[in-house]
């Protein structure tokens, strides 16, 4: 590898790293405190066992007050709720990702067949689309989870 390939590899990561500072302090300051949270919850669910004080499962004396052990107490079964709060972590986010990654896929599935067919499929597909928009999401869910 030659000293101008290494070069030019330095320039494109700093030019990528000068565009992220730019991104960032575009935002204000509510939307940098958001991004800083949201950075902690992604660290904190991808080193879950690592930061968990404890296994989720491990089992402690039922209802223990919050002390140095255990920050938050244990609950009922004497699980500490600080891990299962940890480790909760990244089920949340899992599928709090698979629900926008699903959503993206099936509109732009939806989108891209109203676009090529026209006519009637695009305002059944469209009429379609603003029933599931005028449905308030809990009444939705229960229907949607008694036929599944």
Wanted: net charge neutral.
């Amino acid at each position: 590898m030659s000293c101008k390939n290494v070069s030019s590899k330095n320039a494109g990561l700093s030019r990528m790293i000068g565009s992220i500072n730019n991104a960032i302090s575009t935002l204000s300051a509510s939307s940098k405190i958001g991004l800083a949270l949201f950075v902690l919850f992604l660290i904190v669910a991808v080193f879950a066992g690592a930061v968990a004080p404890y296994d989720p499962w491990l089992r402690f004396s039922p209802f223990m007050c919050p002390c140095f052990a255990h920050l938050l107490g244990t609950n009922d079964l004497g699980n500490d709720i600080l891990s299962e709060l940890i480790f909760g972590t990244r089920v949340s986010l899992i599928v709090g990702f698979g629900a926008a990654f699903m959503a993206t896929i099936i509109g732009t599935v939806v989108g891209l067949l109203s676009g090529y067919f026209r006519g009637l499929a695009d305002e059944l597909l469209m009429g379609l689309t603003d029933v599931f928009l005028m449905i308030p999401q809990i009444p939705l869910i229960i229907v949607l989870a008694a036929f599944l």
